[in-house]
């Protein structure tokens, strides 16, 4: 899938916003700067790389062609991009429970926008106006966000222990290098591919397969009704019906 690769997920969901309430979002997420402890319960979450929202103009798209028609856009918009590690209902479970108010602040004025709680209409929500990211690079693609603060940890550990018994006793150096392994032994785990990977990778098309099968059944539904319709506006029909009637 281009939504991931190796154990990354990319998230892409632009929402339509009300274009006389974009002042306030800014405002809301300029308030968040200057209060960072107010993302408490989403810093704590290590499984996100990152989270970003950026509020689009109605009138800001890019305009890269003279022969491009002008837009005249309704509303303005709203783009959230975020990486993340596990699979989608973790993700997005976990924003829920970490910052349910923030999340229904940082949407207010979108539309349809049904809130964070209860989960389910979120969940569509979410899943409705998500953009399949079509390409998606990641430089260390089986490492988490938990996997790179280790290796700093461990890189960091290293070159103190260097720099402090280089010139030590084989023994005492023995000793010292023992100690250094037990205290980062939580530290040292296997970045190989692990089971979320095609969890998330089965997930998301489980969910594609169903979002298309139940497509199919709605054009179904209407070809069948369709097709009654005319069957009932035919002259047979009518004449049926009058026969019926005498």
């Known amino acids: 899938m281009s939504n991931i690769a190796g154990k990354a ?28 402890s107010y993302l408490n319960g989403l810093i704590t979450l290590s499984l996100i790389h990152y989270a970003r929202w950026v509020v689009i103009g109605r009138n800001q798209f890019p305009h890269v062609d003279p022969a491009q028609p002008k837009e005249n856009l309704k509303y303005s918009y709203m783009l959230f991009a975020s990486n993340f590690n596990g699979s989608w209902d973790q993700y997005v479970d976990s924003f829920t429970f970490a910052i349910p108010k923030g999340l229904d602040l940082f949407w207010t004025g979108n ?34 966000s938990n996997d790179i603060k280790s290796a700093k940890k461990v890189k960091a550990a290293l070159i103190e222990f260097a720099d402090g018994w280089a010139d030590a006793s084989p023994d005492q150096f023995q000793k010292q290098y023992h100690a250094l392994l037990r205290n980062l032994q939580n530290d040292l785990g296997d970045m190989s591919p692990a089971p979320i990977i095609s969890m998330a990778a089965a997930q998301v098309q489980k969910r594609h397969l169903r979002d298309l099968r139940k497509a199919s059944e709605r054009a179904a539904i209407d070809k069948i009704l369709a097709v009654d319709e005319s069957r009932a506006g035919s002259p047979a029909a009518s004449k049926q019906k009058e026969t019926a009637d005498e």
Do not use: C, D
């Open 9 to 36: 997920y990319a998230m892409n969901v632009i929402t339509p916003l009300r274009w006389y309430m974009a002042w306030l979002n800014k405002f809301f997420f300029r308030f968040v700067g200057w209060f960072p």
């Open 111 to 144: 539309i349809r926008y049904p809130r964070s709680v209860p989960l389910t209409p979120f969940h569509e929500y979410i899943r409705y106006n998500q953009i399949e990211t079509i390409h998606y690079y990641s430089a260390y693609p089986l490492a988490t």
